[in-house]
């Protein structure tokens, strides 16, 4: 081959992917109004895919997740391949640990010897899914296998024999047989098809006899709506359909191995192969738990229970030695939190609207985290990129303080610089910590005491300490904050006027405390003051106060 010295990079050096000629394809028409079969292959491609494939406790483990989860059929091995694969199928049969609505499935190449091996590991088996396959693509037929399209042909129809001949000899299990013409993607599909042809004719499938036909994206090679055409072509060419379950089977090469199942569903597959959280062959396969949280998302009944993705991440990595992105789609550490300003500030009015009657509408979370058992906590976090929104939800969420639109105004740039300067994310005692050091102001001067007559006109005495004692200040006024800022100026002479005022219980019953906000004109410069205190009258007068101790000290 010739490349462009000057490039080592040379687009040239590929070419797309075989694509189907499909003028009237209906699939972009539809959307999925229902779960598919779920097929999970985490023990099979996802095992076969790991450095070390998992030993016989973790794939017990990991059988037992995915029964929790609600799989009907699974894939748990090659046991012609390997003696560990052999012997976790021998443990599930012989230990009755395949429940009876559950059937497990093997892999197999279309060889014999491999086939005969693989009837014996399921002696005893219930109900099983014998899969075989062969790989049809031209590079899989010239290369791979030295063999022309008959001969790639007779593998199949051979293999689909060898099965039908097995499943003969052990008449007290309940088959099913699956084909893959592996590489289908990467194949002519009117051969693909002729090849599943010369199965079907093996296995001569009916409703009540159904087989299953696979079409993998061995190597995703082409956009996710090539796939769908492929599938629908398939689907609406391939005879005895009625008695075809056609699955699919995608590898995420491109990064499209979900898009490329879903739009396949649309396409008219019944079934989809997969594994939690994407594991398998290179860039791993459909990832089953995003799937599933798609259509949950959308308010389709996925049929499994992900209702606790943490111990499904704990099992899946403990089992495969894989991390977990923390942007992975719907269960990453991240996938639920918002550092951005706006997107808080539009999570928190709309969290504060959102009721349980109406369905879940809120900006930026496509579901409830609720859901998946992860709580408001990571919801917002709080960065040099939040806004007040974000300062105001971690306040009310973790101190239970409603602060103010005029005082969040204040706090956020104070929050942002720290958090500059810290190069990180402002955790909310430090939040809090800020707000109390800027707002709550108990010196010079503090309440001692108050003494409020509420006959029809409010009457105050206010005792208020300093560093040289303590004094009595009266006044009276149109509720106990007039009467204490008319006490105030008439002792210090200065021009107090009060521009807004907040206030709210914290918590409930006993331990109820009352959170104060002020804002204040003091000899015509605007300062803001809080205060917390048992008392609702005191936590007033004390946010006054602290609104007075800040001017002073300005
Ligand atoms: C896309 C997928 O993920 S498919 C699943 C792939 N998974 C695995 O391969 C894991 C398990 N496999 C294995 O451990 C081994 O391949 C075994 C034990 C099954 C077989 O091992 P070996 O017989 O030593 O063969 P190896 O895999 O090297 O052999 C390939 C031979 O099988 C043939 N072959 C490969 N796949 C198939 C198939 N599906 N059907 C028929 N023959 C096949 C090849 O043409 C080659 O034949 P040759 O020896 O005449 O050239
Ligand atoms: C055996 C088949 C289904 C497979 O794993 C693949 O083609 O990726």
């Not at 079409?215 to 090539?226: C, G, I, S």
């Not at 998946?372 to 101190?399: M, P």
């Not at 007039?482 to 210090?492: N, Q």
């Amino acid at each position: 081959m010739t490349t462009n010295p000057t490039h080592r990079f040379d687009h040239r050096k590929y070419r797309p992917g075989p694509v189907v000629d499909l003028p009237n394809r209906q699939w972009p028409g539809r959307t999925i109004q229902q779960a598919p079969i779920w097929a999970s292959v985490d023990l099979r491609d996802g095992n076969q895919a790991l450095l070390e494939p998992m030993d016989v406790t973790q794939k017990r483990r990991f059988w037992d997740l995915l029964i929790r989860l609600g799989f009907k059929e699974i894939e748990v091995g090659f046991p012609a391949a390997s003696q560990p694969d052999f012997d976790f199928v021998r443990w599930l049969i012989e230990e009755d640990r395949i429940p009876a609505d559950v059937t497990v499935q093997v892999l197999v190449q279309a060889r014999e010897d491999l086939i005969r091996r693989t009837f014996e590991a399921l002696v005893g088996a219930r109900q099983a899914i014998v899969h075989v396959y062969n790989s049809t693509s031209p590079v899989q037929r010239d290369w791979v296998f030295g063999q022309d399209r008959e001969g790639i042909k007779t593998i199949a129809r051979q293999g689909a024999h060898w099965v039908q001949q097995g499943a003969r000899d052990y008449p007290e299990t309940r088959w099913t047989f699956q084909y893959s013409p592996e590489s289908f993607t990467a194949t002519e599909p009117d051969y693909a098809l002729e090849v599943c042809e010369a199965v079907l004719d093996v296995w001569q499938p009916t409703p009540e006899n159904p087989c299953i036909i696979n079409l993998p994206a061995t190597v995703e090679v082409a956009t996710p709506n090539v796939f769908a055409d492929q599938v629908e072509w398939f689907s609406t060419h391939v005879s005895r359909r009625a008695g075809v379950i056609l699955s699919v089977h995608t590898h995420n090469d491109r990064g499209g191995a979900v898009a490329a199942a879903e739009l396949a569903l649309l396409a008219g597959a019944d079934r989809v192969e997969g594994t939690l959280l994407g594991n398998g062959e290179r860039t791993g396969n459909a990832d089953l738990l995003t799937l599933a949280m798609n259509l949950y998302s959308q308010g389709i009944d996925p049929r499994l229970d992900l209702s606790d993705p943490d111990e499904i991440i704990r099992v899946c990595t403990d089992c495969t030695g894989l991390t977990v992105h923390p942007r992975h789609p719907w269960v990453g550490e991240l996938v639920y939190t918002a550092f951005s300003g706006s997107h808080q500030d539009a999570i928190r009015k709309c969290l504060s609207r959102q009721t349980d009657d109406q369905p879940w509408q809120v900006a930026y979370l496509p579901i409830d985290p609720a859901d998946l058992g992860r709580d408001y906590q990571a919801v917002i976090r709080v960065n040099s990129q939040s806004g007040k929104g974000g300062v105001a939800f971690v306040l009310e969420r973790d101190y239970g303080l409603v602060l103010p639109r005029w005082m969040q105004t204040e706090l956020a740039p104070l929050v942002q610089q720290a958090s500059e300067r810290r190069g990180g994310e402002m955790d909310p005692a430090s939040i809090h910590a800020l707000f109390r050091a800027r707002f709550i102001a108990d010196d010079p001067q503090w309440l001692l005491g108050y003494r409020l007559d509420r006959n029809g006109h409010d009457v105050i005495e206010a005792r208020i300490g300093d560093r040289s004692g303590e004094r009595i200040l009266r006044g009276e006024g149109d509720g106990a904050i007039a009467a204490f800022v008319a006490a105030w100026t008439a002792w210090s002479g200065k021009r107090l006027r009060i521009l807004d005022y907040q206030e709210h219980a914290i918590g409930e019953g006993t331990d109820a405390e009352a959170a104060a906000y002020v804002q204040l004109d003091v000899e015509g410069a605007r300062i803001t003051g809080a205060a917390i205190d048992r008392d609702t009258v005191a936590a007033s007068l004390r946010a006054v106060l602290s609104a007075v101790n800040r001017q002073g000290r300005a």
